[in-house]
């Protein structure tokens, strides 16, 4: 139980278009879920959290305009990078939150290159 | 603020030793506590956590940390090692701050590397 999965697990998109990386919780419901950054060999770095219904917190320094969230439904987060640059490359990882065991389960990740 | 310190950034270990990754929190109020592993490339896998009750927690793969009250610490450990278990692991302890109370902040993360 409590899996999470990431779509796509790779992607290469060319400088000044726009990415979109999906979430789904599969068999639980999370209403909280954030998102992540991680740089090789680093520990991740929160960039946002996301509740269903309603718009997201961003943590200091990252730009909401440029990493949109949308959370419609209660199994289904995306993060849009939007107009991406080569210093937007980078691993980025999803977690769902479930209540019951008050535990952050992890998705597998999506590596980001832009060229 | 709260936070967790993983004093290692590497650790080694034979195959079939006994393993410790070590981890010392700091929080306002009671600890909850998390482990987490990453394989290359890969998201985190939950192993295990504290939140209330025996302070010795089992988890997955044969993994077990020890919650010390007095110490503030939640070192990680196995009796045996495998070289499957050279990943990355990461402790974590939730930040009831905040607008939203169940964020995780996370160590720095120590590299488990098992040699046979």
């Known amino acids: 139980g409590a899996v999470v999965s990431q779509h796509p697990s790779w992607v290469i998109c060319k400088s000044g278009t726009s990415v979109k990386i999906e979430c789904r919780s599969l068999?639980?419901?999370?209403?909280?879920m954030f998102w992540y950054r991680q740089f090789p060999k680093k520990s991740l770095m929160l960039m946002a959290t996301?509740?269903?219904?309603?718009?997201?917190?961003?943590e200091q320094g990252v730009e909401k305009d440029k990493f949109l969230i949308n959370h419609a439904s209660l199994t289904l987060s995306t993060l849009t990078v939007t107009s991406a640059h080569p210093e937007d490359s980078s691993f980025y990882i999803c977690?769902?939150?479930?209540?019951?065991?008050?535990?952050?389960?992890f998705g597998p990740g999506t590596r980001l290159l832009v060229l | 603020a709260q936070s967790v310190a993983q004093p290692e950034d590497q650790v080694n270990v034979a195959e079939g030793n006994p393993l410790t990754v070590k981890c010392t929190y700091s929080?306002?109020?009671?600890?909850?506590l998390f482990w987490y592993v990453q394989y290359p490339n890969r998201g985190l896998q939950f192993l295990l956590k504290?939140?209330?009750?025996?302070?010795l927690v089992k988890g997955s793969y044969g993994f077990e940390a020890e919650f010390n009250k007095s110490q503030t610490s939640f070192h990680l450990k196995k009796p045996s090692a495998l070289v499957s278990d050279s990943a990355l692991y990461f402790c974590?302890?939730?930040?009831?701050?905040?607008?939203?109370?169940?964020?995780?902040?996370f160590g720095a993360g120590t590299i488990l590397r098992v040699k046979s």
């Open positions: 977690s769902a939150y479930l209540a019951t065991g008050e535990t952050q389960y």
């Open positions: 068999d639980f419901q999370a209403t909280t």
């Open positions: 996301s509740n269903e219904g309603s718009k997201a917190t961003y």
């Open positions: 929080v306002s109020g009671n600890p909850y």
């Open positions: 504290y939140i209330t009750g025996d302070n």
């Open positions: 974590a302890v939730r930040d009831f701050l905040g607008e939203y109370g169940n964020k995780l902040v």
